[in-house]
């Protein structure tokens, strides 16, 4: 009995695994990356982001439901619905008006402190980075916690950290996703 806890997290942890790859990369990243050394980077950042979520979902109490995955392929095609879910989710919260202000005020101040010159680019490289890491956000924190036992943890100290510490390993994946060589 104690088995399918355990069981139900290697599942959950290898579907995130494909789910920050279809989020970010739309392919497994062994197939997208032309560097070698970009591919261990990326591996060992998504790794240490993994790791950092497992801690954060024991500290809200999250546990996953067991699905009936038997096999890797069935995990992958489950992981391209979670992060179909995921872009969705962003897309319609990218269309808020608030959300559109907040965008419009942060491109202006940015282009304004930094001089730069074309605005549309910059722009549209701004919100395709928001929607990624939203994307990422959706299918990584905010279903989980939807289904956590104590909500409450993820604004204590431990929980701010940990929420940090996942925001920093998830820009520095962002960035090395969109900036780095493809094949």
């Known amino acids: 009995m104690k088995d399918k806890p355990c069981r139900a997290c290697v599942i ?9 790859d279809s989020i970010l990369l739309n392919e497994h990243a062994n197939r997208v ?23 954060y979902y024991q500290h809200v109490g999250y546990v996953p439901k067991l699905e009936k995955l038997k096999n890797t392929k069935m995990v992958q095609e489950s ?14 919260m990218l269309q808020n008006k608030s959300v559109k202000e907040s965008i419009k005020h942060y491109l202006m101040k940015e282009a304004k402190e930094h001089k730069i010159k074309d605005y549309q680019d910059f722009s549209k ?8 890491r939203m994307s990422l956000d959706n299918v990584l924190i905010g279903l989980p916690l939807l289904e956590s036992k104590n909500v409450k943890a993820a604004t204590d100290f431990k929980g ?3 929420e940090e510490a996942y925001r920093v390993i998830r820009n520095s994946l962002v960035y090395l996703a969109k900036t780095a060589p493809k094949k």
């Open 160 to 162: 701010e950290i940990l």
């Open 79 to 92: 992981a391209v619905k979670l992060a179909k879910v995921g872009k969705a989710s962003a897309s319609k």
């Open 33 to 55: 990356f032309l560097r070698g050394e970009d591919f261990r980077q990326y591996t060992m950042m998504k790794a240490a982001l993994l790791s950092n979520l497992y801690e």
């Open 125 to 132: 490289k701004v919100i395709s980075e928001r929607f990624l």
């Open 12 to 20: 959950e942890n290898l579907k995130k695994w494909y789910v920050i």
